[in-house]
């Protein structure tokens, strides 16, 4: 998701960084289809290991 920046640098955490993020695009309606982008396709688009988008998806 092109929406999506992450800033590896950050002491935040990559998954709350997602999260947040996330939760903003859902609260003004930005997201383009009804579902959220699979955990494999999401992690690969951003650079990110599997496990930080299952995290931001719980």
């Given at each position: 998701?092109?929406?999506?920046?992450?800033?590896?640098?950050?002491?935040?955490?990559?998954?709350?960084?997602?999260?947040?993020?996330?939760?903003i695009?859902?609260?003004?309606?930005?997201?383009?289809?009804?579902?959220?982008?699979?955990?494999?396709?999401?992690?690969?688009?951003?650079?990110?290991n599997?496990?930080?988008?299952?995290?931001a998806?719980?």
């Open positions: 998701m092109e929406n999506i920046i992450l800033n590896k640098e950050s002491d935040t955490p990559l998954y709350i960084q997602l999260y947040e993020q996330f939760k695009l859902i609260e003004e309606n930005q997201l383009e289809k009804d579902k959220l982008p699979s955990i494999r396709s999401l992690a690969k688009s951003l650079g990110v599997n496990v930080t988008v299952v995290s998806y719980k």
